[in-house]
């Protein structure tokens, strides 16, 4: 059985590393295999997380979701990583790393077990597939199969080869989603002044879709000339980037004291202007908020950075305690679709065999990866999820192939 595999990702190195010495061929438009992986998790490789759940993917099967996570769970990927040779550890937030916290150690180690399995054929741009008579095409060959397992990714990291053109090979035969960028930075309608660009600090993130709240992060939040970055905004990204993708009203609100309530952080600001009264308020402040920040945070409050802690009155506090926890960004659009990381939308997984990830549209066509409507929230759920669909598709063929 031959078994031919479009893409030496993440998701075909885990494939082809899983096959067990079959007939595997994988093409590749890249030199090398595995080059998005590099740049993953800041080039330290977030691989999977000890807190993973059904509830981190969004996909318009849920059943799939729930099947895969479970055949090959992050406990299962941590062991097998253990296995090929690569150490692991883990963050307090349950992210988990190579030790080495090098994507590099990751990439190489995966290439070495699968190439034991699989014949690797780069510089192969697919340029046609023949459904009908299986067979897929290259500029210069022409490559037969028995089963075609697609791993080309999404439409995110163009350079890293994830350029989205396999969908134009398969628009016809499946039903694919509306697609769009996600875990990246945003453009928002509320600018601070170029004094506070580049500024980070640890703040919680929450995202509201209308009045509604969506989903919050306590992480760095990073205040640019264009809008938010940063983890925080990262970890509500998918949410953020759907939400925009349906043209909803989109907002993110700031709290710079996630560790106070609003009425305990007033008592403590009050207890600072009455103990600082003859202070300017700019120089209360000072311990209280990044210095790049305060000439922001005063006009945002409409408070004079001269004016002196007693002459501090109720309508300034007011509006000083509301901007330092609820500060209000309105999100316009996605700003670096260039360097998003993760893909929402792809094919429908409606149509595909949660129990072997073939296509119910097409006989003997897999997808898996990024290529599915499946996309992970920030923190190394994505690499996850094609290791376990990865896991799926092979355990099947495997079973197959006897």
């Known amino acids: 059985m ?142 037969a199969y028995d089963k075609l397992v697609i791993a080309s990714g999404g439409i995110t990291l163009k350079n890293s080869g994830s350029d989205g053109k396999i969908f134009d090979l398969i628009k016809k035969e499946v039903p694919i989603t509306q697609m769009t960028y996600a875990i990246t930075n945003y453009e928002t309608r509320e600018k601070l002044s170029k004094k506070a660009k580049g500024t980070k600090v640890t703040a919680k993130a929450s995202l509201y879709v209308g009045s509604k709240l969506i989903k919050s992060s306590i992480d760095d939040v990073i205040f640019q000339d264009y809008g938010l970055t940063g983890t925080a905004i990262l970890d509500i990204s998918n949410d953020l980037s759907q939400s925009l993708l349906k043209q909803k009203s989109s907002y993110i609100y700031i709290d710079f004291f996630p560790e106070y309530s609003k009425e305990e952080f007033a008592s403590y600001l009050a207890s600072l202007l009455t103990k600082f009264a003859k202070r300017p308020i700019k120089d209360i402040l000072i311990g209280v908020i990044n210095e790049k920040l305060l000439d922001d945070i005063l006009k945002i409050s409409h408070i004079k950075a001269h004016k002196k802690g007693f002459e501090i009155n109720e309508r300034d506090f007011d509006n000083l305690v509301e901007t330092l926890k609820e500060l209000k960004f309105e999100v316009l659009k996605i700003h670096d679709k260039e360097n998003a990381q993760v893909t929402l939308g792809g094919v429908d997984s409606n149509f595909i065999n949660p129990k072997t990830m073939e296509s119910t549209k097409l006989k003997d066509v897999f997808f898996i990866g990024e290529c599915q409507d499946v996309a992970g929230d920030c923190g190394g759920y994505n690499i996850s999820w094609a290791a376990s669909s990865a896991k799926v598709a092979s355990d099947y063929l495997r079973s197959i192939d006897v």
Request: with cysteine; net charge positive.
């Open 2 to 143: 031959k078994i031919l595999v479009i893409g030496a990702g993440v998701a075909g190195l885990f494939f082809a590393s899983f096959m067990d010495k079959h007939e595997v061929i994988v093409v590749d438009k890249n030199e090398f295999a595995g080059r998005k992986l590099l740049a993953t998790g800041n080039g330290r490789c977030n691989f999977t997380n000890l807190n993973l759940d059904k509830a981190n993917f969004k996909a318009n099967n849920q059943e799939l979701i729930d099947h895969t996570i479970k055949y090959f769970t992050n406990r299962d990927l941590i062991k097998y990583f253990n296995e090929i040779g690569i150490a692991t550890t883990n963050l307090p937030s349950g992210r988990c790393y190579p030790k080495t916290m090098s994507s590099k150690t990751v990439r190489n180690a995966l290439f070495l077990e699968a190439k034991e399995n699989a014949d690797f054929i780069f510089n192969e741009d697919v340029s046609d597939i023949d459904f009908k008579n299986k067979k897929v095409k290259t500029k210069g060959k022409t490559y």
